[in-house]
């Protein structure tokens, strides 16, 4: 029986099952396997094998458990009922978006300091995940939102001040929307 060369090439790059798994997933995620190029292929695994090794090694450092232990103390109260902590985090994103312009560092720096206490707090991480994200896409400022700004630019007849106040309503209703949005969550698994 012939190996799968997709599965033989991953595991000879990767050199263990779980990452081989994991890049298996990332073949089938972003249609890699029909490249024709064998060498790109192992390039662009060995590059993910590495990417994931040094997450490894900073895990081993102990960060994320001082980070835990710094913040637990503060975060029990907050993250004690999902009304709570719902409009807490919509709103802490808002405030933290003006010193963070970037949504991707946003969204690990959210994982770092909430997630691990998500399972505890009887909530998946998708509520920290997803409410983060839509918190995250606001125009209070002109930096904060690029692709807002460059659809402002285009167009000949809106100015950035009339647009800043659809932000602000924007805000207002997203915060509105999620704690509207717990029930439905609690329906669905994600808060019990």
């Known amino acids: 029986m012939a190996k799968d060369p997709v599965k033989a090439l991953t595991g000879r790059c990767l050199q263990n099952t779980k990452c081989e798994f ?103 991480l998708y509520v920290l995940m997803f409410v983060q994200y839509m918190s995250a896409y606001v125009w209070n400022t002109n930096y904060q939102n690029p692709t807002i700004l460059g659809v402002i630019r285009m167009s000949n007849k809106v100015v950035y001040k009339d647009a800043q106040k659809i932000s602000f309503l924007y805000m207002l209703l997203n915060l509105l929307g999620f704690v509207l949005s717990i029930p439905v969550w609690k329906m669905l698994g994600h808060i019990w």
């Not at 029909?34 to 590059?47: G, S």
């Not at 010193?99 to 690990?108: D, I, N, R």
């Open 22 to 124: 994991d890049a298996i997933k990332l073949v089938r995620r972003y249609d890699l396997a029909p490249l024709k190029n064998a060498q790109e292929f192992r390039q662009k695994m060995m590059t993910y094998a590495a990417q994931r090794k040094e997450a490894i090694e900073a895990g081993k450092l102990g960060w994320s458990d001082l980070l835990v232990t710094i913040m637990e103390p503060f975060l029990r109260p907050i993250m004690s009922s999902p009304w709570i902590f719902v409009p807490f985090l919509c709103i802490f994103v808002y405030l933290i978006r003006f010193v963070l312009v970037s949504q991707t560092t946003l969204m690990f720096l959210m994982a770092t300091i909430f997630g691990p206490f998500m399972e505890q707090a009887g909530m998946s």
